[in-house]
Each structure stands twice: as structure tokens, then as C-alpha cells.
Nanobody, 128 residues
């Protein structure tokens, strides 16, 4: 069974930091690209950051310079370090795994793309 277990969400004030974790099991870790999406009510699912094989981490313009994606292959875990958080970063964050082939989809609702798997989502709230 494919599982992506997220942790690390919470509430912080503007300028604060959080680190999200996503630990994977049930599929070939080496055969997967990993990424994070986020979504707020009434808005499209936004692709935040991704690891694709053979490429450096990719970031949405809205988070460049503030978020850092890293990967621990020994632990089958990806981390999203989020610094200098802003109220507009408030969202539910979802971890996703997809095969190396094919791109990261633009999707309306998170968890609706047919990837290897999705996490359950973790809430991040940034207050003024």
C-alpha cells in the first residue's frame, strides 16, 4: 500500500518558520519524483516545489528564496523548509509522488491527479 505521511504543519506568525516532512512507503522511492502542492479554499491547487530526477529542486515564484526542498533517501523522506512565512502561505500542503516520466500537472483540486500517491494534507496557518 502506498503511503505518504506528512507532518510539521501548524500555526506561526508572519516571518516565522516551519518544516514539513513527508515520509513515503509502499513504492519504489528511487523511481519517483517528489513534490509539494498547496491549496486554500476557493483557489486552484498550486504546485509549490518539486524534485524531478536529474534536476535541481524547482520552486514556484511565490516561494523562491524562502522555501527549501530537501530529500533524505535513506529515510524515504522529503522536507520542505519554509522560512519568512507570510499570511498568503496559509494553506493545506500536500505531498505527492509521481513516476519519473510525465510532468507535474496543473490541477484544480489537490489529490485529483493520478500520481503514485498523495499525502493526507497538513494545515499551515500564518497570522499577522
Amino acid at each position: 500500500e502506498v503511503q505518504l505521511v506528512e507532518s510539521g504543519g501548524g500555526s506561526v506568525q508572519t516571518g516565522g518558520s516551519l518544516r514539513l516532512s513527508c515520509t513515503a512507503s509502499g513504492f519504489n522511492w528511487d523511481g519517483a519524483d517528489m513534490g509539494w502542492y498547496r491549496q486554500t479554499l476557493g483557489n486552484e491547487c498550486e504546485l509549490v516545489s518539486t524534485f524531478s530526477r536529474g534536476r535541481p529542486p524547482n520552486y514556484a515564484d511565490s516561494v523562491k528564496g524562502r522555501f527549501t526542498l530537501s530529500r533524505d533517501n535513506a529515510q524515504n523522506t522529503v522536507y520542505l523548509q519554509m522560512n519568512s512565512l507570510k499570511p498568503e502561505d496559509t494553506a493545506v500542503y500536500y505531498c505527492a509522488a509521481k513516476p519519473h516520466y510525465g510532468g507535474w500537472h496543473r490541477i484544480l483540486t489537490c489529490r485529483n491527479a493520478e500520481y503514485i500517491g498523495w499525502g493526507q494534507g497538513t494545515q499551515v496557518t500564518v497570522s499577522l
